[in-house]
């Protein structure tokens, strides 16, 4: 694997501080039932990075002090993490909103049925990545047999009342190296498609830019197509997005317990503008993250590309 940083450190993003921390996005390891060609976390069913009980609980000591309002847990497949259940718990508790960032199958896979009816029952928000509506795209980027998975699952989440009251996101991210379409547009296109094909509902549509890190990254500095890519990125920048970006109002951590100020510089091992060295949690719990900067560099310029980017989608 190609290492991007190096590509991405020079940077002339301009510098951006956080507003109010609200949202917790907590990466719960690398393992995975997939190893998807776009996945910018290089996960997959042979890693052995998950985070365990005791980092767990300091995740719910600082969220208590800090009075975060939304944990969205992520991965890998977060539900392949040994702890989920507890972590979901715990959170549903405390009243949080909970995210949990769904690939769809894992709910297919045996040892995991249970899981349908333990998000319906914990109200736990579903984010689920279908990059495509048409299943030779999607097994082309995901492998072969997720797109049927992927649609039986989510009969299942329609029955226990997703996209009809509990909350289902569907995301969609590009096959290559163009920027989503507009995300109103493409929701419409999908919500027609899935419905008369399929009988699906969902609740909204999340269109994702492609990061230029990781896999993602590596296959493009491999083709050589890495440095037109930054050009489009930056060529599409938007200054109206900046106030947007999702890092203004949320924290990363690892499966380590280490804090980053987004999921995409945990991928690049960039530390939290906090600090100049990596932070774990457990020393963060008397920081006021208000104002404090945020770490840059050009794979920013993803964030706010077009109509901007986030884990929630367009920006604007
Ligand atoms: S399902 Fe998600 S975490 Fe798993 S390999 Fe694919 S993109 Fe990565
Ligand atoms: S990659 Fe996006 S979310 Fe992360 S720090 Fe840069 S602008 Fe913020």
């Known amino acids: 694997m190609h290492p991007t940083l190096p590509k991405l450190a020079d940077t002339d993003f301009p510098s951006i501080r956080r507003n109010k921390l609200e949202t917790l996005q907590v990466n719960l390891g690398y393992l995975c039932n997939q190893s998807c060609l776009h996945c910018h976390v290089n996960a997959g069913p042979t890693r052995k990075e998950l985070m365990d009980k005791a980092t767990v609980d300091q ?14 847990l992520t991965g890998g497949a977060p539900e392949m993490n040994p702890h989920f259940q507890y972590v979901v ?8 909103s909970v995210i949990d960032r ?25 984010v689920a990545s279908l ?5 030779e795209n999607v097994d082309a980027q995901r492998g072969n047999g997720v797109f049927d998975k992927s649609i039986a699952a989510l009969k299942k989440l329609n029955a226990l009342g997703y996209g009809k009251g509990l909350d289902l996101s569907l995301v969609y991210n590009p096959q290559g190296t163009q920027l989503p379409p507009q995300q109103t547009t493409l929701e419409l296109e999908y919500k027609e498609h899935l419905l008369d094909h399929f009988g699906i509902v969902f609740s909204r549509l999340l269109t994702i830019t492609n990061m230029p890190i990781k896999r993602f990254g590596s296959t493009l500095i491999s083709k050589g197509q890495f440095d037109d890519y930054m050009d489009v990125l930056k060529a599409a920048y938007r ?3 900046i106030d947007q970006l999702m890092c203004k109002g949320l924290l990363s951590v690892d499966w380590q317990g280490y804090v ?6 945990q ?20 920081i006021d993250f208000k104002q404090q900067a945020i770490t840059i560099a050009d794979h920013c310029y993803g964030c706010t590309a077009g109509s901007g980017s986030s884990c929630g989608g367009a920006l604007t």
Request: proline letters at 5%.
């Open 102 to 126: 769904c690939n769809l199958t894992i709910l297919e896979e045996p040892g995991y049925e249970y899981l349908y009816e333990f998000l319906a029952s914990n109200n736990v928000q579903i």
């Open 239 to 241: 200054p109206v997005n």
């Open 59 to 72: 995740v719910f000591e600082f969220i208590d002090r800090q009075g975060i309002t939304t944990l969205d």
């Open 260 to 265: 980053y100020d987004c999921d995409f510089n």
């Open 131 to 135: 990059p495509c509506y048409s299943s």
């Open 267 to 286: 991928m690049l091992d960039l530390p939290a503008g906090i600090s100049d060295k990596k932070k774990h949690i457990s020393d963060c719990l008397e």
């Open 89 to 96: 718990e715990q959170a549903s508790q405390r009243g949080l």
